[in-house]
């Protein structure tokens, strides 16, 4: 028993390395840009691919790959849900919206972003962190999906007032502070050039 239990997790590593060699063939994404990526080393991936190492079972690395391959992560038997919230909020479902309005695969969508910055994006895109709160950021994603500060700002702002509650600010009784803050800051943002 102990026997076929074994030939059954090498089928699996066999099938993600496999699957792993052929999108990287396919897309014609480099291997150092995928490792940049998902956030390991080159080796680590040339040695995923010769299957000289089990296929990752850490859920950050799998949803990365995952995100980077535009798949879910459920896809790979060696994944396991993991216990961590997922934050995939209404900004995040907007922004892969945008994308794929654009006709953009993920990796056309990672490339679009400086080599340090593209791991960030795939945490984003995989809800393991929230997006951006300061607003040059959050624009700078905005300018890749070609999206306007008019309909950028909403977003900003909801992320905004949800951090001022976590920290503890009472939204209710700071209400007209709070609005006048926001209708200083729509105004500034509305005023620059997209």
Not at 64 to 84: G, S, T
């Amino acid at each position: 028993m102990v026997i076929k239990n074994k030939e059954i997790n090498t089928k699996q590593k066999e099938k993600s390395s496999i699957r792993l060699a052929h999108f990287l063939e396919k897309s014609g994404l480099h291997k150092k840009d995928f490792a940049q990526m998902v956030g390991v080393t080159l080796s680590y991936v040339y040695n995923l691919i010769d299957d000289s190492i089990p296929f990752s079972t850490r859920s950050a690395t799998l949803e990365r790959i995952a995100v980077v391959m535009d798949i879910n992560p459920e896809e790979f038997p060696e994944y396991r849900i993991p216990q961590e919230p997922i934050m995939i909020d209404d900004t995040i479902e907007f922004l892969k919206k945008k994308q794929h309005d654009m006709g953009f695969s993920t990796v056309q969508f990672l490339k679009s972003f400086p080599r340090k910055k593209r791991i960030e994006i795939v945490d984003i895109m995989r809800g393991a962190i929230p997006v951006p709160l300061d607003w040059n950021e959050l624009k700078l994603i905005g300018n890749v999906l070609q999206i306007s500060n008019d309909e950028l700002y909403p977003f900003w702002e909801k992320r905004l007032k949800d951090v001022l509650k976590i920290s503890g600010v009472n939204v209710r009784e700071n209400q007209e502070l709070i609005d006048k803050m926001f209708a200083c800051a729509e105004k500034y943002i509305k005023s620059k050039n997209d």
